[in-house]
């Protein structure tokens, strides 16, 4: 669902989003002259151009979201992060804007702001605070489907193993086997309990064993 803001209420309708108006406040230019002013003191040495934004509806893509927030400034990295199962929101995401003074922009037009009933969070994150991995995966799209597939094949190894256990496609490996004797145990001690209860019951089959046998692939 494409969502867009309201410009009075901030609501969400049927098409791109696009920035609250502007009507009766000051320019764009003057916005951002003000801002550059604001800038030069010292806090824009202790803060980096990061902002966290939360609060954001489960529904919004990446493309989305990168569409609403380039509006307030040139933006370098971006990430929306996403349940790699589902490949929908998971209610925040992190934004690196090339200039600080955006950042500033964006907490004057965004203050108090709600979003389908919610209030946005926005809040900047120190230099010290700003790590690699906060950016892991930023430049992967995944919407859903078969690039969310791709995505967890070659990111999440954990996932591809227990992937792997499923299909009975394993590789050679102690803790994998390991993993795989465990699983065979509980499918053994649940057939002998559903075997148990057929004889009480006086029924005369026996439970096939399945257990999953490891492969070389």
């Known amino acids: ?54 609060h954001l509806p489960n529904s919004l893509t990446q493309t989305q979201f990168q569409n609403f927030f380039q509006n307030f400034g040139l933006i370098t990295r971006l990430k929306l992060a996403k349940n790699l199962k589902t490949g929908k929101s998971k209610h925040y995401g992190f934004i690196e804007f090339k200039y600080s003074f955006s950042i500033l922009i964006l907490k004057k037009f965004l203050k108090n702001f709600k979003l389908l009933g919610k209030k946005l969070i926005i ?10 991995k906060m950016f892991w995966g930023s430049k992967r799209v995944i919407e859903s489907g078969r690039g969310l597939s791709n995505y967890c094949r070659r990111f999440c190894k954990t996932k591809l193993m227990e992937g792997l256990i499923n299909s009975g496609k394993l590789i050679e490996d102690e803790t994998i086997r390991k993993r795989l004797e465990r699983r065979n145990r509980r499918i053994e001690r649940k057939e002998v309990k559903s075997q148990q209860k057929l004889t009480n019951a006086g029924i ?8 999953i046998k490891p492969k070389k692939i």
Do not use: C, F
């Not at 809040?123 to 690699?132: I, P, T």
């Not at 005369?204 to 257990?211: Q, R």
């Open 123 to 132: 809040r900047v994150y120190s230099k010290a605070e700003v790590h690699n």
């Open 1 to 54: 669902m494409d969502l867009n803001l309201n410009e009075s209420e901030g609501e969400v309708t049927n098409s791109i989003p696009q920035i609250p108006s502007t009507k009766g406040k000051l320019t764009t230019s003057t916005q951002i002259k003000n801002a550059k002013k604001q800038h030069t003191g010292l806090n824009s040495k202790l803060s980096s151009n990061v902002v966290y934004i939360g």
């Open 204 to 211: 005369d089959y026996v439970i096939p064993v399945k257990k």
